[in-house]
């Protein structure tokens, strides 16, 4: 490990309308593209409510699955960790508080999006 001092600085996500995670990145959607990408949002937050009914693990298969039946999307990671440390867990009890972070590449676009647990 570098030991780099870092501090991280949480910032509320800044969203359209219609949930999708504002980036110059949504210009480089097709039409067709820029009205699916709201689903990435959509899968995080349908999990907010539930999470802990599941662990880790499954929370990150709730996230992924629907984003992986649209052919249009493909899931390069689901990742659920600390959000001061960044390190991925395996149990809740681990974590004081957790993120739901994803990269999912649509087309040729990758976004990237986050949502907070707890």
């Given at each position: 490990m570098l030991q780099i001092p870092?501090?991280?600085?949480?910032?509320p996500i800044v969203r359209e309308a219609d949930g999708l995670a504002m980036s110059s990145?949504?210009?480089?959607?097709t039409p067709d593209e820029r009205m699916q990408a709201p689903e990435i949002y959509k899968a995080l937050s349908g999990i907010r409510e539930n999470y802990s009914w599941f662990i880790p693990d499954g929370v990150k298969q709730l996230v992924s699955?629907?984003?992986?039946?649209?052919?249009?999307?493909?899931?390069?990671?689901?990742?659920?960790?600390?959000?001061?440390?960044l390190q991925p867990f395996a149990d809740w009890m681990d974590a004081e508080h957790a993120v739901v972070?994803?990269?999912?590449?649509?087309g040729a676009v990758r976004l990237i999006d986050n949502i907070v647990l707890y």
């Open positions: 870092v501090t991280i600085i949480p910032h990145r949504n210009a480089r959607l699955g629907p984003l992986s039946e649209n052919p249009a999307f493909r899931v390069e990671y689901v990742a659920i960790v600390d959000t001061q440390t972070c994803v990269a999912v590449y649509l």
